[in-house]
C-alpha cells in the first residue's frame, strides 16, 4: 500500500523581470524606498468593511468585507451575477454603497472621494485609450488631468511598462498586449498606492500573459498593493498572495491560495480490493463525504490517471491511517490512498456549485 500526496496548488511560482530599474525609480518617486518592501508587509492599504448595495429595493451585495495589504497581490473571483463588478466600481466610486466604508490609504472613498482616488490607479472592464492618438499622446492627455504629473513621469511610466520603441507610434498599431501595458501606464501616472486590475490577462496570448503577471509581481514586489479580477482562475492561483471568492453578494472565503485549498477541501483517492468491501466501509463512515463529481472537482490527470475501479473521497487526513486498519481487518487490501490538495478553479467550482466565472 501507498500513500502518496498530489499537490496541484501551483502556489510560490516567481519569474524574473527586467524593469527592476524603471520600478526603482518609479517608487523613489512614489516615497517607497529603492529597496521595496516584502509581501509580509501589514500596512492596509484597501479596507472594504460590511458593505452592501442595493439596487431597486433588490440587495445585490452583502455584508462584503476584504482588505488588501502594501505589497501583496490580491485576487477577486466571482461568477455572473456575483457582485464582483459592482464590488469593483464601488471602490472606485462609479456607484456608491448602500452601507458600510470604502477606505484607501485611510480616506473613505464615499465621504472624501477625491482623496482616496488619489491613491487608486485602475482599469476597470477596458483600457481608455485613443486609437488615433499615438500611446505618448494619450498619455500627455491623461497627465494633464492630474496635477504633479510632468513629462518626466511620462517617461518613467512608459519605460515602466516597456513600450519605450513604440510609444510614438499610434496606438491603432498596437497589439491587444501593449494597449493593456499602455492603460496600466496610465493607471500608474498619478503613482497611486492601489492598483485596480479588472481582467488584465483578458485576451492575450500565453507569452502575453506571463508577460503581465511577471510585471504585476514586480509592482507588488516593490511596495504596490494590486487588486486584480480574472476568469482564469489557473492564472489566479499562479499570480495571487491571497484572494476572495464572491458568490451571490456574498464572500465566501478569503485567505491566501494554498492556505484555502488546504483549509477547504480534503481529498483521497482509494485502491481497493475488493473494490465493493471497501466503498461500503467508506459510505459507512462519518467521517467520509463521497465524491460523485470527481471529474468537476479534481484535476483530469488524476482523474484519468486513477483508472475506473477509484474510488473518490473527501475527508479529513487524520482519520485514513484508521480506515485502513478497518478494511485490512476486514480483509480489504488497500493497493493505494492518494491525497489530493484541488487546484483553486476545482475550490471554486465546489464553493460556487459549479456557477459560471464572469
Known sequence: MSIQSADKTGAGITEKSTSRDALSSFHSANQVGSGGRDRSNTETVLSVQHVKKRIKRKMIIHDVTFDVRAGEIFGFLGPNGAGK?????????LIKPTEGTITVCGHNVNRDPEQ????????VENPEVY????????LEHFARMQPGVDEQRI????????????????????????????????????????LILDEPTNG??????KEMRAFIRLLAAEG??????????SEIQLLCDRVAIISRGKVLAVGGVRELVETHSHMAVWQLEPRDKGLAILQNSPHVQMITNADELIDDSIVAGSGADAIF????EEHIAELV????????????VTKINPTLEQLFLKMTEGEILE
Do not use: C
Open 116 to 123: 482616496a482616488l488619489r491613491h487608486i490607479g485602475s482599469i
Open 325 to 336: 486498519t478497518q478494511m485490512t481487518a476486514s480483509g480489504i487490501s488497500v493497493k493505494g
Open 85 to 93: 463588478t459592482t464590488t469593483i466600481r464601488m471602490l472606485v466610486d
Open 204 to 209: 492575450l496570448d500565453p507569452k502575453g500573459i
Open 155 to 194: 517617461r518613467e511610466v512608459v519605460e515602466l511598462v516597456r513600450l519605450d520603441r513604440r510609444i510614438h507610434d499610434k496606438v491603432s498599431t498596437y497589439s491587444l498586449g501593449m494597449r493593456q501595458r499602455l492603460g496600466i501606464a496610465q493607471a500608474l501616472l498619478g503613482r497611486p498606492k492601489l
Open 224 to 233: 504596490m498593493a494590486v487588486f486584480v479580477s480574472s476568469h482564469l482562475l
Open 313 to 316: 473521497t473527501e475527508m479529513d
Open 131 to 138: 486609437s488615433y492618438l499615438t500611446g505618448w499622446e494619450n
